[in-house]
């Protein structure tokens, strides 16, 4: 399957195989739950160096994304001149050497029996649909007894990685973690756009039970922080090493199918986070037909659904955070994820008064630049452009549409900056009290490296 990710990132795009070794597909059973825990996908991920070589990924743009299109690859790996594409890594370096191979053939799949289980696969058929209850209580015990809600949008480079702290003992002692949202770092040849030291958001203090995640959507980019060390490719694919701390320590609420079998689709190499997180009994699938829930604290989950020209892709049919900054005024902080504006305010079960915003994306462009929200007060409400400055984010028509709504206070996490001996970029969105506490964040003796720079 075409990795989403790397294909739909700005102007200048990689086109990126991720697939799973024939033979190891056929020994696996029906669905990705009812393997056995030896069972593991030999995965591998190819960016191709011109696409259009193949005629099967011609009209790539035109088909390929959310329908469901499979490709059946050959290739060998070769340190000769006539390779044309590269291993693709999770993890690399700039003078990571680029292993090269030979792709002889791409062509679309049809063989409708394969062709049904890896969809099975790719819509984590089989597995723990969570129930109402079960996802109202996880977000109330994460949300409970947070005396001043933060949301924390962490300087990851280019990817997503946002937090609900506390940060009621701030100044004193750094803010608690509650709940992620996204648990992400860049991937491949983005990935020297972390901060060096890269960012550990696990080294943030949680609260009284670890942290869960809630998974905006699928993309790499939007999980990759729970991969620990250096992944390589070894004879059977790529080798994974999952960390423990996010895998074996904490839930995940992670979005799927939606209504008419539309949504989200897993690559390959994602199948292989669902499956660690499900052996180790921490995987919870959003209900396929729930459209939100609202925590005792006032926090939602929304549940993205594509309006009328939106594409129906994983960015756009994920799930969407909206935290509580203000009980007194009703604020909120709102995490899109990846998804379109119009793809969750129209699914909100009732309006909400946006303090605070994660910009869409990155700040690529919009569909719909009409649905950004305005913001609730201009003169203190903040925006958070999560980037790495590749593909050249935030677009220019990102800042604009959104300051055409009041957005006027913008902050980019690629802005570093050095406060009490740790340099990043990382935004903190609160109520407005707390903009006057932090300007003593530079003499907090307690500081730790995921506290905010910017409020």
Excluded at 121 to 145: C, I, N, S, W, Y
Excluded at 228 to 250: F, L, N, Q
Excluded at 394 to 400: N, T
Excluded at 423 to 430: P, Q, Y
């Amino acid at each position: 399957m075409i990795d989403e990710n790397a294909w739909d990132t700005g102007d200048e795009r990689t086109l990126v195989l991720d697939g799973v070794e024939a033979g190891s597909f056929s020994r696996a059973g029906r669905t990705l739950f009812a393997n056995e825990a030896l069972w593991e996908p030999e995965t591998w991920l190819i960016a191709l160096d011109s696409p259009v070589t193949f005629p099967a990924l011609a009209n790539v743009t035109a088909h390929a994304f959310g329908e469901g299109v499979w490709y059946r690859v050959t290739f060998q790996r070769t340190a000769l001149a006539d390779a044309n594409g590269a291993l693709y890594p999770l993890q690399a370096s700039p003078d990571t050497p680029r292993e090269r191979v030979k792709v002889t053939q791409v062509e679309e799949l049809n063989d409708i029996r394969i062709r049904n289980k890896l969809e099975r696969f790719a819509r984590l058929q089989g597995g723990p649909r969570a129930t109402k209850a079960e996802v109202k209580a996880l977000l109330d015990a994460a949300g409970a007894d947070i005396a001043e809600p933060m949301l924390v949008v962490y300087d990851v480079g280019q990817g997503n990685c946002n937090a609900l702290v506390d940060a009621g003992a701030c100044p004193g002692s750094p803010p608690k973690v509650h709940l992620f949202f996204d648990f992400g770092v860049p991937t491949g040849w983005n990935y020297p756009t972390l901060p060096t030291p890269a960012l550990d958001p696990l080294s943030s203090p949680p609260a009284t039970l670890p942290p869960p995640v809630v998974l905006s959507h699928w993309d790499m980019d939007h999980w990759a922080a729970a991969v620990g060390g250096g992944p390589h490719y070894g004879r059977t694919g790529a080798v994974i090493h999952w960390d423990s701390r996010a895998i074996a320590d904490r839930k995940w609420l992670v979005p799927s199918r939606g209504r008419g079998g539309l949504g989200q689709r897993l690559t390959p190499t994602a199948w292989r986070l669902a499956l660690a997180l499900h052996r180790h009994g921490n995987l919870m699938i959003w209900p396929t037909l729930m459209n939100s829930v609202r925590s005792a604290a006032g926090h939602w989950i929304i549940k993205c659904v594509p309006q009328p020209g939106v594409k129906w892709d994983n960015n756009n049919t994920g799930l969407a955070l909206s935290a509580l900054l203000c009980t007194r005024y009703g604020d909120h902080a709102l995490c899109p994820g990846d998804a379109e504006y119009s793809s969750i305010l129209t699914n909100a079960s009732q309006p909400m008064e946006i303090f605070h915003l994660v910009a869409s994306h990155h700040g690529a462009n919009l569909t719909h630049a009409h649905a950004i929200p305005d913001a609730y007060y201009s003169g203190m409400s903040t925006l958070a452009f999560s980037h790495g400055a590749q593909y050249g984010h935030p677009k220019a028509g990102a800042i604009s549409d959104h300051l055409s709504h009041g957005w006027n206070i913008q902050h980019e996490t690629h802005n570093r900056r050095a406060l009490a001996g740790f340099t990043h970029g990382t935004v903190g969105l609160s109520y407005w009290q707390r903009k006057v506490t932090h300007k003593m964040c530079s003499g907090c003796a307690s500081r730790i490296a995921t506290c905010p720079v910017w409020v």
